[in-house]
């Protein structure tokens, strides 16, 4: 059983679904605090290309006196801000002579359509949609389902164990924090998933990696999975 865990994303990138791809059960990390890193922090935002590069579109939600306290599956968004019409334009406007938007537009308007209370329902119609859209069919299940509330390594190890997990797939921040040793003892193998982004035409000029996998979806279609895809075998170490 090959498991990957991840916190859920606003309209995820590439290395987000290869890695779910490779596995055999990605368990949705909704129970923790929002990730704080400007680097990895992208519960609420993403990047799609514009004529000019990029640009980002981030969901606005509701911080006000919670300071780091976020709670991802507690997080309610800030819908007073018109940021489903803005973001909905924003990918019109760039995407429309995208191969694949005409086919494509009505599936992301219908979620743009619906007043989100919450962050991670939302995130999660994202990841149904697209999941579906790359003919993925990996078991998702979601970390607030589970009897598990240790902290950090040993919430990991624990999600782990509790689906009897033989290998866990972490992102290459993973080196930061776990300790490869204590996966060994509990006789689960530790890779690492470091992804090798491709290069694929897009809607613009230029080519702009690391966007949401909306960009490969609308220019590639049917084609998305096999470009996503980089059969670059797992680190161990």
Same mark, same amino acid.
């Given at each position: ?5 991840? &916190?859920? +994303?606003?309209?995820?990138? *590439? ?5 779910? #791809? ?13 990730? #704080? ?9 993403n990047k799609i290309r514009t004529s000019d590069g990029w640009t980002w579109l981030t969901v606005p939600v509701r911080s ?11 997080? @309610? ?5 018109? $940021?489903?019409?803005?973001? $909905?334009?924003?990918? @019109?406007? !760039?995407?429309?002579?995208? /191969?694949y938007f005409g086919d494509t537009a009505p599936r992301l308007s219908e979620i743009f359509d619906r007043e989100w209370t919450?962050?991670? /329902?939302?995130?999660?119609? $994202?990841?149904?949609?697209?999941? @579906? *859209? *790359? ?17 950090? &390594? &040993? ?16 992102? /290459? ?5 776990? !300790? /490869? ?7 689960? @193998? ?5 992804? +090798?982004?491709?290069?694929?035409? &897009?809607?613009?000029?230029g080519f702009q990696p690391y966007m949401s996998a909306l960009d490969l979806l609308l220019n590639h279609g049917p084609a ?14």
């Open positions: 059983m090959i498991v990957t865990v991840m &916190q859920p +994303a606003y309209l995820p990138w *590439l290395g987000y679904f290869e890695r779910i #791809a490779r596995s055999d059960l990605f368990i949705s990390l909704d129970h923790v605090n929002m990730d #704080a890193n400007s680097k990895t922090k992208f519960a609420n935002r006000k006196g919670l300071h780091e306290n976020l709670m991802l599956d507690k997080i @309610e968004i800030e819908n007073s801000i018109s $940021w489903r019409r803005k973001h $909905w334009r924003s990918i @019109e406007a !760039n995407y429309r002579r995208a /191969p919450h962050l991670v /329902p939302m995130c999660d119609a $994202w990841h149904t949609l697209f999941c @579906e *859209l *790359l003919g993925l069919t990996t078991q998702t299940i979601k970390s607030s389902t589970l009897p598990i509330r240790s902290e950090k &390594q &040993q919430l990991i190890l624990d999600l782990c164990r509790e689906k009897g997990a033989t290998t866990y797939v972490s992102g /290459p921040f993973g080196r930061d924090y776990l !300790n /490869p040793g204590d996966f060994s003892d509990a006789g689960i @193998e530790l890779v690492f998933h470091d992804y +090798a982004h491709p290069t694929y035409a &897009q809607a613009h000029d998305a999975l096999d470009i996503l895809r980089t059969n670059r075998p797992f680190s161990r170490s």
